[in-house]
């Protein structure tokens, strides 16, 4: 018989993908290694708040707003301490432009899981559109620590950089 000395847990498994992520050489690494984190974030532990987390992504990736909140609703009145429901209502929220319950969402998300740089990317986003371009500024920059190969939010920061750091003479 085989003995294993120990067995790497779930967190111990994240921190390190979170690590590898972070470090990541190529934009092709770091999406696969963002999946992976994603697919760790995504695990409830409860098939029926499984069930709710996919309806409610199946239906935002359909554009179906109202389906989405519902079952987003649901996951976040049964597992409240579950990030990945908040920031899928945060998507909804967003999505019917409603910046503030949308940035609420978010910070509950990152209140249980300050590594989620889909939030993070969120808060900058809606912090951009709200013209509080220092805090966007610094969220994006929060996001490319924890993933750096983001063309999108490295886009927005050389957007914002002038506006938030000024010229350097």
């Known amino acids: 018989m085989i003995s294993v000395p ?3 847990s779930a967190e111990e498994r994240l921190d390190t993908l979170l690590r590898e992520l972070s470090q990541a050489e190529t934009e092709t690494a770091a999406q696969r290694l963002e999946n992976q984190v994603v697919t760790e974030w995504s695990k409830t532990g409860s098939p029926a708040m499984d069930l709710l987390l996919k309806r ?3 239906a935002l990736e359909v554009e179906d707003l109202e389906a989405a909140e519902e079952h987003f609703r649901a996951l976040t009145d049964h597992a409240p ?6 920031h899928g209502l945060a998507m909804v929220y967003y ?3 409603m910046l503030g319950p949308a940035l609420d969402a978010l910070e509950r998300a990152l ?3 300050p590594k989620h740089f889909g939030a ?6 809606i912090h951009e559109q709200l013209g509080n371009l220092a805090l966007a500024y610094d ?3 929060r996001v490319l620590e924890l993933r750096p190969h983001d063309p999108e939010v490295i886009g927005a920061l050389e957007r914002l950089e002038t506006k938030v ?3 350097t003479l």
Do not use: I, S
Request: hydrophobic share 45%; aromatic share 14%.
């Open 6 to 8: 120990f067995a790497v």
């Open 56 to 58: 409610g992504n199946d």
């Open 81 to 86: 301490d579950f990030a990945e429901g908040w």
């Open 95 to 97: 999505g019917r432009e």
């Open 111 to 113: 209140a249980l899981n």
């Open 120 to 125: 993070l990317r969120g808060v900058g986003a």
């Open 139 to 141: 969220a994006y920059e």
């Open 165 to 167: 750091r000024g010229v």
